[in-house]
């Protein structure tokens, strides 16, 4: 059974920055690793997916402010936040996809607060 285990979470002023990592237990291959958030009383979003080869994909109120990285050795995925905004707080959670069968897994999710 592949668990993923977060970290990094807290809180920040606006303009910080955090590092989200996020590690699958078990050894297997992954495939798509992402982050999502989920902010009070809104549907959960997409913030960034990066595929194994490395391409990478961001949101649009994330783009040139995060940055997502993967070791495919280590079955890591981090999540780098810089110019935090008090809307980027949220739950965030990582996401990976089994490679070939593309199960899927999610982490419990760790808290991020962007406020002064």
């Known amino acids: 059974q592949v668990q993923l285990v977060e970290s990094g979470g807290g809180l920040v002023q606006p303009g910080g920055s955090l590092s989200l990592s996020c590690k699958a237990s078990?050894?297997?291959?992954?495939?798509?690793m992402g982050w999502y958030r989920q902010a009070p009383g809104k549907q959960r979003e997409l913030v960034a997916t990066?595929?194994?080869?490395?391409?990478?994909d961001y949101a649009d109120s994330v783009k040139d402010r995060f940055t997502i990285l993967r070791d495919n050795t280590k079955n890591t995925v981090t999540l780098q936040m810089n110019s935090l905004r008090p809307e980027d707080s949220a739950v965030y959670y990582c996401?990976?996809?089994?490679?070939?069968?593309?199960?899927?897994?999610w982490g419990k999710g760790t808290l991020v607060t962007v406020s002064a």
């Open positions: 996401n990976m996809a089994r490679l070939f069968s593309g199960m899927e897994y």
């Open positions: 078990g050894s297997v291959a992954i495939g798509t």
């Open positions: 990066i595929f194994r080869g490395g391409r990478s």
